[in-house]
C-alpha cells in the first residue's frame, strides 16, 4: 500500500477529470458502493476458486459476527446495488461509473499494489453487441487521453449454451498434458482449466498454446454476438486482437472478454493488462434477480499512469496568484480579491505570510499560477498574464473578470 504525494496529485486530478469527462460525454452517472461488502458477495460472483477471492481477498469477522471483505472490484456490487435499488425499472440500460481505491492481497511488485485505485464504466441491462464495442473504443479513447497507445486483446468465451462441451474437451486436452503443467494449474484443471491460460509459468503457457480454442466451439448466438462486436470495433478503427488466452480471471464472465493492453507490450506470457473486462449476462440473475445483460470495464489508475510517464499534462493548479508588494492596506485589498476569485470558481491563492516580492514570484511560477497579480499602495493592481507574458495596470474591480476572460482561452 503506498501513499499518493503532493507531487503526485497533479497526475492523479488529471485521471479523475478524463474519467468525469469521459462519464459526462458518454451519459454514464457516477456510483460509489461502499468500501466493505459481505465476503459471501464476491464468493459468489467473482468465484470461490479464483486467485482473487482464494488468494487475495482481504477479509475479516466484525464486531457483530459478519464476515466482511475490503472489496476486491466492483461489479459484483454494482450488480448487488442494481438489484438492491430497483434499478430494473430505470430506464434501461442503466450505465454507471465510479473511482475509487480497491484491496488485493497482491505480491507487490512495479503496477501491483495491495491498495490500489481503479475506474470502471458499466452498462447494466442491454444485451446489444453495440455496447460491448463502444464500451471497448471508450477505453482506447481514454489511453490516448494519456498518450497511452494500447492494443484490445478481446476473445469470446461463450455463454452456458456452448462453454461446458467446450471445458470437457479442454479438460481432456491437458489431463493429457498433465505432467507439464506446474502444481498450480494441476488444481486448476480438476477446478477451471480455463484458468490454465492465464498461467504465466512458460511450460503451461507452451501447453496451453496449442489448446483447444473456445473461439471454434461458440454456439450461433455466441458467435453472432462476437462477429458483431468485432464488426463494429473495425467500424472505429479500434486496434484489436484475437487472442484466445484472455479467459479473466473471474467467473462471472460470458461471451465478450477483453483487456487492454500498451502497444509495444504485449507479446510474451508475462504481459499485464492496463485493464480489462467483459461481458457478464448471468451475474443480476445469480445474485437472484431477473436475467439481465451486462457488459463492463475497469482500469487500474497506477499502471495508467506508469504507461503515461510524465505524459499526461496537467492543468495549472493556480489560476491567479496574488502578491503584495505594499503595506497592510494592499495585503487587505490582496485578501478581499482572493476571496473574490474563490467565489468566482477559481483558484487563487494570495501571499499572505509577508514573502519578499521576488520571493512570493518564485512561489507564484513555483505553482504555474496561469496569472499573477502584484498589489501594491498605487490603488492599482499589475495583472501579469504568464502564458502570453503580458501585463497590465486594472482596478482591483476587474482583476476577477479578466482572469475569467483568460482561462477561457487557454
Ligand atoms: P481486473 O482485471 O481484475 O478486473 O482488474 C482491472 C484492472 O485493475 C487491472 O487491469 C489492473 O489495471 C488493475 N489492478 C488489478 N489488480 C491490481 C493490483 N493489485 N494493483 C494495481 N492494479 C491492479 C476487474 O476488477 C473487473 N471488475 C473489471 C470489470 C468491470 N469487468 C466488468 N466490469
Known amino acids: 500500500m503506498k501513499d499518493i504525494l503532493p507531487q503526485d496529485a497533479p497526475y492523479w486530478n488529471a485521471v479523475r477529470m478524463a474519467v468525469d469527462d469521459l462519464a459526462r460525454g458518454t451519459g454514464f452517472q457516477r456510483i460509489e458502493p461502499p468500501i466493505l461488502e459481505a465476503a459471501s458477495l464476491f464468493t459468489r460472483s467473482v468465484g470461490q476458486e479464483t486467485d482473487i477471492v482464494d488468494k487475495e481477498m482481504y477479509t475479516f469477522i466484525d464486531k457483530g459476527g459478519d464476515k466482511v471483505a ?10 448487488r446495488a442494481y438489484l438492491e435499488h430497483g434499478m430494473l425499472s430505470w430506464p434501461q440500460p442503466v450505465k454507471l461509473f465510479y473511482l475509487g481505491p480497491f484491496f488485493r492481497h497482491d505480491r507487490p511488485q512495479a503496477g501491483r499494489y495491495r491498495q490500489f485505485w481503479q475506474f470502471g464504466f458499466e452498462v447494466l441491462g442491454d444485451g446489444h453487441p453495440v455496447i460491448d464495442a463502444q464500451l471497448i473504443y471508450d477505453g482506447v479513447t481514454l489511453y490516448r487521453t494519456f498518450n497511452v497507445p494500447v492494443i484490445v486483446h478481446i476473445n469470446s468465451i461463450g455463454d452456458a449454451a456452448c462453454r461446458p462441451g467446450y471445458l470437457k474437451q479442454l479438460t481432456e486436452y491437458f489431463r493429457s498434458r498433465r505432467h507439464s503443467l506446474c502444481e498450480d494449474c494441476k488444481k486448476r484443471l480438476l477446478k477451471n482449466p480455463l484458468r490454465i491460460f492465464d498461467c504465466k509459468v512458460p511450460d503451461c503457457h507452451l501447453v496451453a498454446q496449442d489448446a483447444p480454442q473456445i473461439v471454434d466451439h461458440l454456439c450461433e448466438p455466441c458467435k453472432d454476438h462476437f462477429v458483431r462486436v468485432l ?6 478503427d479500434v486496434p484489436y486482437t484475437l487472442n484466445p488466452r484472455i479467459v479473466r480471471g473471474l467467473d462471472y464472465y460470458t461471451r465478450t472478454a477483453f483487456e487492454f493492453v500498451e502497444e509495444g507490450t504485449d507479446d510474451g506470457p508475462a504481459q499485464t493488462a ?16 431477473p436475467d439481465t445483460p451486462a457488459c463492463g470495464w475497469a482500469a487500474g489508475v497506477e499502471r495508467m499512469l506508469l504507461a503515461a510517464g510524465d505524459r499526461p499534462v496537467a492543468a495549472p493548479l493556480v489560476d491567479l496568484y496574488l502578491a503584495v508588494d505594499g503595506g497592510e492596506a494592499a495585503r487587505l485589498r490582496a485578501f478581499r480579491i482572493g476571496a473574490e476569485a474563490r467565489r468566482a470558481g477559481l483558484a487563487a491563492q494570495a501571499e499572505l505570510a509577508g514573502r519578499s516580492l521576488k520571493g512570493q514570484l518564485k512561489q507564484a511560477s513555483r505553482l504555474s499560477a496561469r496569472y499573477v497579480a502584484i498589489v501594491d499602495d498605487t490603488g492599482q493592481v499589475r495583472l501579469k498574464d504568464m502564458d502570453a507574458a503580458e501585463q497590465q495596470d486594472i482596478a482591483d474591480i476587474d482583476v476577477v473578470a479578466q482572469v475569467l476572460r483568460g482561462r477561457g482561452l487557454r
Open 231 to 236: 464488426e463494429y470495433l473495425g467500424e472505429l
Open 274 to 289: 492496463l485493464g480489462g473486462g467483459g461481458r457478464y449476462d448471468g451475474l443480476i440473475e445469480q445474485l437472484g434477480g
Open 70 to 79: 475490503l472489496r476486491p472490484e466492483l461489479t459484483a456490487a454494482i450488480a
